[in-house]
C-alpha cells in the first residue's frame, strides 16, 4: 500500500509539473504570436516611410516663384548668393566658430561674422537697407558656404545667419558688417562630427556645382572648442594650439592647398552607444564574467532575502536553504556563459556592461531582433507585471483576497491605458497589432485562469487563479507594446526630407510616458496606506492626489539623452524604455536600470511602512521586524548597483560586497538572540530606570574601592590610618557588592545598557536614524555638490547617495532592533556595527577607485573617518540616551575622568590626521588651479592632395 500511494504522488506531480509547463508554453505562444505580429507592424511602417522618402519632389515648392528670400527658407535650402551679394575690392573678413556648452546640458555651435567693406561698395548699401541679406552674403565669404553645410538642419535649423548689423564711424570710414549665429547641435551631430572644408567645393540640393569663393584680401577662418573635443586638421593651418585651429586664406584667388577641419566630441554620452555595425569595445571596464558573477550574487541575495518572508501554517518564518538558491544561481550564470561563447546573433555579457544603438533602418532587412524582444521581456516585467505580483503576494500574506475586483480593475488600468495609448501614437497602421496583441493577451490569460479553476496544477494554485491570469494578461500586453512604442510621422515639407510627430502622437506621447511608472506608484499606495495610522490614509481623491505628485517626481527629467530634432518625450522614452519612438534603440542593462531604481525606492517605502506599523507598540516587535531590516539593509547596500549597473556589475567586488552586506546582515542580527533580545525590549521605562539606578550604585562602589585604594597608599605608609580602620572601610565598600564584583557589574550593564529604555522600536530607530543623519552630514552634503549628471531623483538617490543610504540603513537598524544587535553595551554594537558597514563601504569603492578622480589613499582613508565618526558618535548619543531616560546624568555612568589621560595622545592624533588631509586637498586644488595649460607650438598636419576645383 505504501509503495503504491508513492506511487500515485508521484504521478500525480508529474502531472501537475506536465500541465504547468503546457500552461507556460502556451502563454509563451501567444506571446510570440502577437510579438511577430507587432515586429512586422514596425518593419512595414519602416519600409513605408522609406519609400516615401524615395519618391521624387520637385526640385522647389510652389510658392517660391517670386524667388524671395522667404521663400528660399522656406525651402530649407543653403542661399548661395549671386555676384552682388559678393564683397568687392579692398574688403577682408573672418569667421569664427565656437563650440560651448549650453545649460541645458546640450553642445551649441556659436559662429560669429565680421566684414569690412569699403564706404563705396554697393554691398555696403544693400546690406544697410537690407540686414536679411547677410544670409546670401555669408555663403560668398571664403569658408562660409562651408560652415554653413556643416551646420545645415533644414528650414527648422538653419546653418546661416538671417540678419546682420551694419556699423560706420562717419561717411568716408570703412562698413563694419557684423553678424552672429547660433546652432544648438542635434545627437547626430555630435556622433558623427563636425567637418568644415573650408577651400573644397559643394553641391547645392539640386545637384549643381556651387562655385568656389576666390576673393582677393584677408580673410580669416578659426574654430574654438572646449576640453572634450577634439579637432583633426587637413592641411596646413597658420596657427593651430590644443583646442584652436586658424586658417588666414590669403591671395583666395590663386589656387592654395586646401584645408578640412574636423570637430569630434571625445566624451560625451552618445559614444557610450556604438552604433550597431561597430564591434563592442574591446577594454571595458572591469570584465564580463565579473558582471555576470555580480548579477547571479544579486539574484541570488535578493531570493534569499525573499525566502526570508516565507510563513510556516503558524505563521512563524519557515527556513530556508540557500542551496537551492545557489546552483540555480550557478545554472542560471553556466547558461549565460555558454550562450555568450556560441550565439552569433546576440553577445548576453556585453548586455551587462555596456549598450549598442540599434536603427531603425535595421528593420529593413532582418525583423525585431532578439535583443529587442528580450529587453521587451525585462521591461515589462520590472514596469508592469512586479507590481501586480506585489500586490497580490501583499494581500495574501494579510489574508485578504487577492486582488478584490475594484483594486484588479486599478492593476488592469495601466496596462490597459499602455496599449491604448501606443495605438493612438501609432495610428491606424497599428490597428491589426493591437488587436492581435489584445486577443492573444486575453487567450493566454484565459488559459490560466481555465487550468487553475480546473486543478490541473493542483487545488493549492486555485486560490491563485484570477491574480496569475491578471498577471499573465499584463506580462503578456506589456511585453509585446514595449518591444517597439510605436509612431506615427509625416513629413515637414516634401522638399526638406524631415520628418515630425504627428500632433497625435506629439499628445499621446505623453499620457504614455507617465503609464510607464503608474504601476508601481499604484502599487505603493495600495501597500503602504492601509499601513498608515486612520487620520493618515487618505480615500481615493487623496490616493490620485499623491499618484499624480509621485509618477512626475519619479521621472527622469534630467536626463542626458538630449536630441534637439525630436519631442521632448522622446529622451524620456529613451530613458525609460530604450528607445526613441521612430528612430533608435539602445540595447543594454542600463535600459532596465530607471525602472528598476523605481521599484528599489517603492520597495524601501513599502518597508519601512511595515517597521512603522509594526513597531509602534511598547515592548512589542512584530513578526516581521528582523526580515524587515535585513532587507532593509540589503536594499542600501544593492543601491549603488541598481542605480548604475554597468558602472558595479563588471567588478568582482560588487559581488563581494553584497555577499558581506548579506553575512553582516545576520551576523549583526544573530537568530539565537531573538529570545533575550525579546525579553529585553519588553522592559518598562520602570524596569529600565531601577536597572540603571543598581548599574549607577555598583560603578559608584567599584569607584570609590578604586579611589580608596589609591589615596590610602600614602596614609597606610605614615602609618596615619590603622590597618584596623583601613580594613573596616574596605569591607565596607565591598559589602554591598557581590564576591565576583566585575562579573556582576558586566551582566548588570549588559541588561540596564542592552534594553529599549520603555520606548517603541519606531521611535529609537527614527531617533538612531536622525543621529546618523547628522553624524554623516558633511559626507552627504559633499556628495551632493559634487553630484551632476544624473537623470532624475531614484538615480540621485541611489548612486550620489548610496553610501549615505547605507549609513542610514545600519543607522536606522541599530535604533530600531537595538536589543537584538550583537554586543552587550552601545559602544560594543557599534562595533560590531562599524566592521560591517565599513567592509560594505570599502568593497563598493572600488568601482570608483578605478576612475582617476583622486588619490586612492585619501578616498579610503575619508569614508573609514566619516563610518567611525557615525558609529561612535551614535554610540555614545545612544548611551546618554538611554542614561537621561533613568533620570541620572552621562557622568553616573561614563567615568569621564579615567579618559582625561587620553586626552592628549588623542588630540594630537586628530590633529594630524586633519592637518594630512587639509595638506592633501591643499595640494590638489593648488595644482588643479596653477597646472599650466597645455598650448603647443603650432604644428603642421598632414597634407593631402586638393580636391578637384570647378
Known sequence: MGAARGVRRGVARAARATAALLLCGLVAACVTWASDEWGDTARGQVLAQRAELAKPRPPKPWWTEDGTEKAEAASGRIPTGTVADTPGRGSRGEIAVRVERTPKKTWRALVRYRLRLRAADPLANRLRAQPERFAKVSSRLPGGYATSVALHGGARQPGYPSWCTVSQASARDSVTVTAEHRVTLSTAMTTNDLTYSITSSFKDEKGELVPRVRLPGHWAWSIEVPRGWGLAVTGTPTRQRARTVEFVLKDTDRETIPGTVTASLLSSRETAFPVSESPAPKNPPGSSPEALLSLAVLAVVACAALAGYRTAAGGAP???????????????????????????????LSWLWGAVLYGHDGLLSEPLPMESRTQGVLLGTVLFVLPVLTVVVTHRRRGAPCPAVVEAGVLAAPTAALVLLAWLMGGGTWTRAVVTCLVTASLAAVVVYAGLRLRLCGGAARPWAVPLALATWTAAVSCVVLQVLPWEFELATPFTGQWLFTGRSAGASWPLLFTLLTPWVTALLLIVVPLLP?????????????????????????????????????????????EWPGDSLVYGVRTVAPGVQVMWCVAV??????????????????????????????????????????SWLPYWTTAAALLVAWAGAHLLLPSARAERAGRLHALSGAAHARLLNSLARALLFAEGRHR???????????????????????????????????????????????????????????????????????????????????????ESVTVAGAPTCVWLAHGFTYGYLYPWLRGNTPVGKAGWLWAVMSAVQLLLLVPRLRVPQGPTALSVFLILAQSTVMALGLALYWEMRL?????????????????????????????AAVAAVATVLATTWANNVTAPVETPSPSHSTTTAPPEGP
Open 605 to 646: 517605502a513599502v518597508l519601512l511602512a511595515q517597521l512603522y506599523a509594526t513597531g509602534g507598540q511598547k515592548g512589542r516587535w512584530g513578526s516581521g521586524a528582523r526580515r524587515n531590516c535585513l532587507a532593509l539593509l540589503l536594499c542600501a547596500a544593492a543601491a549603488t548597483v541598481v542605480g548604475a549597473p554597468d
Open 883 to 911: 542614561v537621561r531616560r533613568a533620570d541620572l546624568l552621562w557622568g553616573h555612568v561614563r567615568n569621564f575622568r579615567r579618559l582625561s589621560s587620553l586626552a592628549t595622545p588623542v588630540s594630537a592624533v586628530l590633529v
Open 534 to 578: 486612520p487620520a493618515a490614509r487618505t480615500g481615493w481623491k487623496g490616493r490620485l492626489a499623491l499618484a499624480a505628485v509621485l509618477v512626475p517626481a519619479l521621472l527622469p527629467w534630467w536626463t542626458t539623452m538630449n536630441s534637439t530634432d525630436r519631442p521632448a518625450t522622446s529622451d524620456l522614452f529613451a530613458q525609460l524604455a530604450g
Open 708 to 794: 580608596f585604594l589609591t589615596s590610602s597608599r600614602g596614609t597606610l605608609a605614615d602609618t596615619s590610618l590603622p590597618a584596623d580602620s583601613w580594613e573596616e572601610k574596605w569591607q565596607s565598600l565591598r559589602q554591598p557588592t557581590a564576591a565576583d564584583a566585575a562579573r556582576e557589574t558586566a551582566k548588570l550593564k549588559a541588561v540596564a545598557l542592552g534594553g529599549s529604555a520603555g520606548r517603541t522600536a519606531w521611535s529609537n530607530g527614527v531617533a538612531a536614524a536622525t543621529a546618523t543623519a547628522l553624524l554623516t552630514l558633511p559626507w552627504t552634503a559633499w556628495t551632493a555638490w559634487q553630484a551632476e549628471g544624473y537623470s532624475g531623483l531614484p
Open 318 to 348: 519557515r527556513p530556508a536553504s540557500l542551496v537551492p538558491l545557489a546552483v540555480a544561481g550557478l545554472a542560471v550564470a553556466v547558461g549565460a556563459l555558454l550562450l555568450d561563447s556560441y550565439s552569433t546573433n546576440w553577445k548576453v
